[in-house]
């Protein structure tokens, strides 16, 4: 069995090397241009700005899960002002994003230490590893915010909803 592993990771690793040369090769380099046309945020004019910009987008993301109300098909340059400063009101809703989601990687984790089921612990898997991708924390993405972006974190929401409703209706 740790031999089709290893046979199927060293696959995958060709092909992921194979297409990153490829890129290289066609694009210039192994990194997306990013204008600030695409993407504001990581554009901003200091380190500063572009870290508190990109934490308002993830608490844009956040309400967009929360509450879907007043999509848009594009979130274009200055639809969400970059922010330049820490008094900013708007790092209000980057801090009470950033608290829920570590609240709810807590509550998973202690879900799974006492052995009371992994899907909490799935369900937040399934919110933060795409939304981590998508996010522009690993590497700049072309968009400020996707609500495409929100589709596989939707699953992991899902999964909590279902989760915290059958938690409720177990006790009555």
């Keep these: 069995r740790g031999g089709v592993m290893s046979r199927q990771l060293a696959v995958w690793l060709t092909v992921a090397c194979y297409l990153l040369w490829k890129r290289a090769l066609t694009r210039g380099s192994f990194m997306p241009k990013i204008t600030v046309l695409d993407n504001s945020a990581a554009n901003a004019p200091s380190k500063l700005s572009v870290g508190l910009s990109l934490m308002?987008?993830?608490a844009v993301y956040a309400r967009l899960l929360l509450f879907p109300y007043t999509l848009s098909?594009?979130?274009?340059?200055n639809t969400l002002p970059n922010i330049t400063s820490l008094s900013?009101?708007?790092n209000a809703h980057s801090a009470a994003a950033y608290s829920a989601a570590v609240s709810l990687l807590l509550l998973s984790l202690t879900q799974v230490v006492k052995k009371r089921g992994s899907s909490v612990l799935e369900g937040v898997l399934w919110m933060l590893v795409p939304f981590g991708l998508a996010s522009n924390i690993l590497f700049p993405i072309g968009t400020v915010v996707g609500e495409r972006?929100?589709?596989l974190p939707s699953v992991g929401f899902t999964i909590l909803v279902?989760?915290?409703i059958?938690?409720?209706t177990e006790g009555s």
């Design 56 to 58: 308002q987008t993830h």
């Design 73 to 77: 098909c594009d979130y274009g340059r």
């Design 88 to 90: 900013d009101p708007r």
């Design 149 to 151: 972006l929100l589709y």
């Design 162 to 164: 279902a989760h915290a």
């Design 166 to 168: 059958a938690s409720a």
